[in-house]
């Protein structure tokens, strides 16, 4: 059955009883940054994704704070508690909003796309900054999820809450990895590459562009719902365009090498956030402007770039030696 996993997906898996089991031994600090950079990263993941096709999206917070925001209301007004009915109803209208806008955005390309997916999440800014059965600018608290009936306390709510943010968002990244693996996955590299040449092979770009936005949409929602759980507040500063940079932040900073490059990427940001403003409370952002433009110049795969010629290297020289054992074995 492993065999049908490849290295990445086994990666994502063996890291979910590793994550768990961090838990229990990492300081509290750590393990809130890790929960917090879980949620965001999938998000992060989102955008990278779109990144594969040639899309750059400056509006990604639209999603994360529609699942947050769903989440919210379905406790503040329906009364649900549930962290998996809470799970659904936030992909779902993450899915749902997508879909109708996907038939919009899937024409544009280019700064046409990015400055699109921005305005739209600047609407619900504005929508959200203004409504005052909302808490307006200020947001408003969520309720402490339950889980099928099971409503933990204390230490134990922590915990049950960490663990179900590790499952499900890993998971989510081992499906979008999945995908890129596809067949629809690899046309989404081709229009990156040349999208006409794709239209001439019969393949309909739109429809593509259209399934990559709803899947990615629907993968930040469940992202918003997690980090707004996390944290246990809602604010309109989730779908600001300060957030969603941050999100094209870390997808640079990180790669698009890999899946997983966005969750390392996320939670190494989370840390030199943490450093910057101790260091330098008035002109943290300066330091991360630095990092961001260090990391353009010298290293413009971001990340990922670090650990991926390493892992040739490894692969190469145990494809040697295994040669030459069977060599000298004949």
């Known amino acids: 059955m492993m065999k049908s996993f490849d290295r990445t997906e086994i990666t994502l898996l063996l890291c979910i009883p590793v994550l768990i089991g961090l838990g229990f031994i990492l300081?509290?600090?750590?393990?809130?940054?890790?929960?917090?950079?879980?949620g965001t990263g999938l998000v992060a993941i989102s955008v990278m994704t779109q990144m594969r096709s040639g899309l750059v999206s400056f509006g990604q917070g639209l999603f994360f704070c529609i699942g947050g925001y769903t989440a919210g209301m379905a406790g503040k007004f329906l009364g649900v508690s549930d962290l998996f009915l809470l799970l659904f109803?936030?992909?779902l209208a993450g899915l749902a909003i997508s879909f109708l806008l996907g038939f919009l955005l899937r024409r544009y390309r280019e700064i046409f796309y990015a400055m699109l997916t921005l305005a739209v999440s600047m609407i619900l800014f504005g929508l959200l900054s203004s409504t005052?059965?909302?808490?307006?600018?200020?947001?408003?608290?969520?309720?402490s999820p339950t889980y099928l009936g099971w409503s933990p306390e204390g230490e134990m709510a922590r915990y049950a809450l960490y663990i179900?943010?590790?499952i499900p968002a890993l998971l989510c990244a081992l499906l979008l990895h999945r995908?890129?693996?596809s067949p629809m996955g690899f046309v989404g590299e081709a229009i990156r590459e040349n999208e006409l040449r794709v239209e001439y092979l019969g393949t309909s770009a739109h429809k593509s562009v259209h399934i990559t936005y709803v899947?990615?949409?629907?993968?930040?929602?469940?992202?918003?719902?997690?980090?707004?759980?996390a944290l246990g507040h809602v604010d309109p500063e989730m779908t600001n365009w300060t957030?969603?940079?941050?999100?094209?932040?870390i997808s640079i900073l990180s790669g698009t090498g890999n899946i997983i490059s966005p969750l390392f990427g996320t939670f190494i940001l989370e840390i030199i956030r943490v450093y910057a403003v101790e260091i330098s409370p008035n002109t943290w952002q300066l330091m991360i402007g630095s990092i961001m433009l260090l990391t353009i110049i010298f290293l413009p795969k971001g990340l990922w770039s670090l650990i991926q010629p390493s892992s040739s290297v490894v692969r190469t020289t145990l494809k040697k030696s295994t040669k030459d054992s069977k060599e000298t074995r004949s």
Do not use: K
């Open 27 to 38: 300081p509290q600090w750590i393990v809130n940054y890790i929960q917090v950079s879980l």
């Open 89 to 91: 109803l936030g992909a």
């Open 132 to 143: 005052e059965e909302l808490g307006s600018t200020d947001g408003f608290n969520l309720a």
């Open 164 to 166: 179900a943010t590790c």
């Open 179 to 181: 995908y890129l693996r």
């Open 215 to 229: 899947l990615a949409a629907t993968v930040s929602a469940i992202g918003g719902v997690l980090w707004a759980l």
């Open 243 to 249: 957030t969603s940079g941050q999100f094209v932040f």
